[in-house]
């Protein structure tokens, strides 16, 4: 009888004891499993990520930052400030000409220069001594800004009732301009060396008018002193204006 008890204590030691070794196995499968499967995860987050900071030019031919928003703006900072930097190499936008004309210190519009009339210049007449029977006219300006003197005079001896004869080959290259304080000069021949001429006659009175751009009358009229009584016929004749002297009594 004691045997059998001894016995039946004995299995179920040992019962016992295989639950436990089973029990502890499972515990430490258990255990074991997760471990790996921290430790899976552990060395998932671990791991480095890869980089997509930037992308070689090979990829894509330029290089893009690793901040979305500046791929996506493709300014970066800039497009949350609503303004983007400049551009390397990029031209200021040109000023207004009147803001250019303002920096210059010159006006916005250019202006031509005036026509010569009587106001803004001096008139005189002398005579020469060659060719003979001939004077010199002299206009100049008095004004305090250019002027043009265009074509030729128009002159009145006396109380004249026509004009006097143009010398055409005396036709300048180009409109005469004369800045304050220049002169030009017509040749006025006024009675033929020859005594060919007709209706002759003397006077102390002249006035001259100068000419418009349209070949009108620029102004009124001006008395020119003489000095002395002038003999004219009906060869008077005048030249264009002329910026030499010497080419004005050429003729």
Known sequence: MRDLRFRRAARTSALGAAALIAALSLTACQSGGTERADGSGD??????????????????????????????????DAA?????AAKPGARPAAKPAAEQAADSGKGGTRTSPATCTGVNTKLTITSVRRPVNHMLL????????????YSYPFLRFGEAQSVPQIVEDSVPQSVI??????SAYTGVM??????????????????????????????????????????????????????????????
Request: charged share 20%.
């Open 190 to 251: 006024t009675s033929s060396a020859d005594g060919s001429g007709t209706g002759g006659y003397s006077t102390k009175d002249l006035t001259v008018g100068l000419q418009g751009r349209d070949g009108g009358s620029a102004g009124p009229m001006v008395d020119v002193p003489l000095g002395k009584k002038v003999y004219v016929d009906s060869t008077l004749a005048v030249t264009y204006w002329q910026t030499d002297v010497d080419d004005a009594l050429m003729y």
């Open 177 to 182: 301009v004369l800045a304050p304080g220049e």
């Open 43 to 76: 060395s998932a987050a671990q791991a480095p990520a890869e980089d997509t900071s930037a992308v070689t030019a090979a990829d894509t031919g330029k290089v893009t930052t690793g901040n979305p928003r500046a791929n996506d703006s493709g300014s970066g």
């Open 138 to 149: 002299t206009v100049t300006n008095t004004g305090s800004k250019s002027c043009y003197a």
């Open 80 to 84: 949350d400030s609503g303004s983007s």
